[in-house]
């Protein structure tokens, strides 16, 4: 079987690691081993995560593989949404909102909005008790918000301040969970 993006892929198994994606000394990746996920990685009659040695794989390796997948999954999701379109041109063309099938449940599913404007005549056709259900007439709400810094201008301010100033910044910094910045160069 091959899989989109690859003509040259196969499912195909890996000497080392059996296919599983799961060499010894490289982790089941949340118990993903043997799925198809971790099949796709199998390709060109090597495997990407152990390359074929059985070793768990370099930095490199896991970038090369992360840039990969980043580029496949893109190209997929570009093609997923090309399908989509034609699925929509097939039913609309026919003046269906389906397309018949055993193993799969494709619908058209409509999006309806309503101009509020147009509802106004029904002001006068509900009673008072009808209107509190479903009107909520024009308001004008006060907000407090809390104070607020604007952290780039405090920090150029208190460079031009000097070290105290630096230090009550430096103090007030709070260091979040990172995340993954990832581009090719």
Same mark, same amino acid.
């Given at each position: 079987?091959?899989?989109?993006?690859?003509?040259?892929?196969? $499912? !195909?198994? &890996?000497? =080392? &690691?059996?296919?599983?994606?799961?060499?010894?000394?490289?982790? =089941?990746?949340?118990?993903?081993?043997?799925?198809? %996920?971790?099949? !796709?990685?199998?390709?060109?009659?090597? &495997?990407?995560?152990?390359?074929?040695?059985?070793?768990?794989?370099? $930095?490199?390796? #896991? *970038?090369? @593989?992360?840039? +990969?997948?980043?580029?496949?999954?893109?190209? @997929?999701?570009?093609?997923?949404?090309? @399908?989509?379109? #034609?699925?929509?041109?097939?039913?609309? %063309?026919?003046?269906?909102?389906?397309?018949?099938?055993?193993?799969?449940?494709?619908?058209?599913?409509?999006?309806?909005?309503?101009?509020?404007? $147009?509802?106004? /005549?029904?002001?006068? !056709?509900?009673?008072?008790?009808?209107?509190?259900?479903?009107?909520?007439?024009?308001?004008?709400?006060? !907000?407090?918000?809390?104070?607020?810094?604007?952290?780039?201008? +405090?920090?150029?301010?208190?460079?031009?301040?000097?070290?105290? %100033?630096? %230090?009550?910044?430096?103090?007030?910094? *709070?260091?979040?969970? /990172?995340? @993954?910045?990832?581009?090719?160069?």
């Amino acid at each position: 079987m091959t899989y989109p993006g690859n003509a040259n892929s196969e $499912d !195909i198994t &890996c000497p =080392d &690691c059996n296919g599983s994606g799961v060499a010894p000394g490289i982790p =089941d990746f949340e118990g993903m081993a043997g799925s198809p %996920a971790m099949r !796709i990685l199998v390709t060109n009659r090597y &495997c990407y995560l152990c390359n074929g040695s059985g070793a768990a794989p370099t $930095d490199s390796a #896991l *970038l090369n @593989l992360y840039e +990969v997948i980043r580029v496949r999954s893109e190209a @997929l999701n570009s093609q997923r949404h090309h @399908l989509q379109g #034609l699925l929509i041109q097939r039913m609309e %063309a026919r003046g269906a909102t389906s397309i018949p099938s055993e193993e799969y449940k494709c619908e058209l599913e409509p999006r309806v909005e309503y101009r509020q404007i $147009d509802f106004t /005549p029904l002001k006068e !056709i509900f009673s008072e008790r009808e209107l509190a259900t479903c009107f909520h007439p024009k308001y004008e709400e006060l !907000i407090t918000y809390p104070e607020h810094w604007d952290t780039n201008k +405090v920090k150029a301010l208190a460079k031009k301040h000097g070290d105290k %100033a630096m %230090a009550i910044v430096e103090q007030a910094r *709070l260091v979040g969970t /990172p995340r @993954l910045k990832f581009g090719r160069r």
